[in-house]
């Protein structure tokens, strides 16, 4: 259902250029912008240390109408005080004025270091090239936008999905302090539908609620988590049951993409948890499973030391009607609890721990309500990336 | 106030002798028994999928009268189902009967891989074996016992203490699946001090609440955490504060034992949290703190990246109450937040986060209640040792 896009639904464009924050060559800010009157909804991390970023969309969100986004790559600006809200206020103006929008229709996001503030002098002037640029050079893919976004990612992540006449097109990047609480780390969709506001809303917030929010790389929350999708109407109404449905398709593949590139991942780890008694008792398992340290250095090792699964949904101790002589464990259709495993099956075991996308499903035994969530493997490179980030 | 055990308090003997789990030579079962009767207390894990030696010992610990502890290590007895139970049972009984103890007065632990049934006739001719030795060759030391507690320890925990006339001596054991909840893997205090069961018992939850409930190497519960006291009196009553206080000292040496030896540890972490509105919340900013995979990898790197603490502090998102402009954060002596470090700061905190104890605090700005918890870095060796366990 979802492709690759190859370009932006009709009457959005984008613009990418360099601040100097990638150390190496590169773009590291990028604007993405439609040439009409949008519609919007976003969502934005719980973290009680959002960014400055974050903390000023939160004031522009309510007005449904966000038509730009800047994106400021390598830096977060997170924990940087008054400083730092004046300096994303400053840039959400600026980028706003180089595509003709207000600073109410102008989103701003920051991913990167935390805790230090952002080279100011250096932002003005990329952003004053983007206002010489724009009306002539504001011909940057997805896949360009995507690229200058990205900060440990090893690869951009682009979706698509047709719904009518019209398209939808998002861009997203997230390897690492990724286990999304409202959104992950930033995702922006963009359509030429024309969708309510409030159906945008909710289509997003459906979405979320099923793909990014069910992604962890390593359980740590980032403090500039961020979806948008902004629909300008382009391309007429569509079908809101399928427009729905395509949202949630692009989000979807946008969070495989994201758990597939976690950082020093090699593989993608899909947990469902069924029959459960709702769907937070599924979630809280089928993450206690997903973010073990030693479910997820098994997978890695293709070791088919199934145990760690039971061990993983012991932890959930406050589900007390979970009983163990219920549960079932499975990965692929190989059953390994409560069946017993003999050398044989363990062997296949170790087969179906060596492919690139590892499924386990726990049947819990206490209802009928059914969560799947995403994650990695846990290897070496996680820790040599992260041992030596900032410096 | 702690040092090195070099013999049991008076009345206690052990053993320890091999029944072939572990690989390489050495010994994988061990006894400590008292010659006399004894007061007890135990805790026990809270994991759903507690182990077979757990749900035997559960029913035997309201009793307070275990005068003997058997422990085999390589293997579990997890998920192995009601003959997994019958073999607890059955070791319980062949110990106890070796020592002169009921199996009531009984402990059993088992520590190792999750899912595989015991090699009973490997295990009753090594208990045949004890039992003939016993009289005559009790004479294994704390650092023996330890030692053959061991799975991925890469040394034996031991600690004591002096109280009046008595002595308490505690032996430790683990390294990963280590976030406690109640009791730690394994650890076994013997006191001859004489102590009523109801101040035993006090004592060690007090004890066990500060120190092994504070540790965590890799936020995985084991499921089959045991913490036990034995004391048999033959040195007389002690003074109760005292020998309160001397237990938790034996328990926070463990403890910090334990978290310098997580697996593919080089550092302990330790995370003081201040000034919060209650220990719960302390602990829990504490625990997001020390587990925080960023955090771990950055103090294994020395990377000076201390924006990752407020990070993981702004993922306890229930704690609303947590105002970011009253959060103070520092590495040692050094405050990293609100003040901003400059050049100089950030090479200082290099200098801090290479030294083999990093200690963070953070003042939450909430209340008053404090909670120290106590850690270990990421480093690749983890993902390697846990990668290839079973295989």
Known sequence: MTD??????????????????????????????SDRPCTSAAVFTRSLFAGASVLVNRRHAPVQQTRAVVTVAKNANVATGEQGERDAVEIAGLAGAAVGASPEQTLISSTGVIGRLLPMPAVRDALATAAQQWSEHRDASPLDVAAAMMTTDTRPKTSAATVGHARIVGVAKGVGMLEPDMATMLAYLTTDAEVPADLLDTALRTAVDATFNCLSVDSDTSTSDTVALLANGAAGPVDPDEFTAAVAAVCLDLTRQLASDGEGATKLIQ???????????????????VNSPLVKTAVHGADPNW??????VGKCMD??????????????????YPQHAGDDQLALLTEVMKQPEVPITVTLGT????????????SAEYVRINADYTT
């Open 4 to 33: 690759t896009p190859n370009g932006w639904p009709q009457g959005f464009h984008a613009w990418t250029g360099r601040i100097g924050l990638r150390e190496e060559s590169g773009d590291d800010l990028s604007l993405i912008a």
């Open 271 to 289: 947990v469902t948890v069924t029959d459960a008694r709702d769907r937070a008792q599924a979630k809280r398992v089928a993450k206690a499973v």
């Open 307 to 312: 145990g760690r699964v039971v061990m993983a």
């Open 319 to 336: 589900d007390t009607d979970i009983d163990p002589g219920r549960v079932r464990v499975a990965f692929g259709g190989l059953e390994v």
């Open 367 to 378: 209802g009928t309500a059914a969560v799947t969530v995403y994650g990695c493997d846990l």
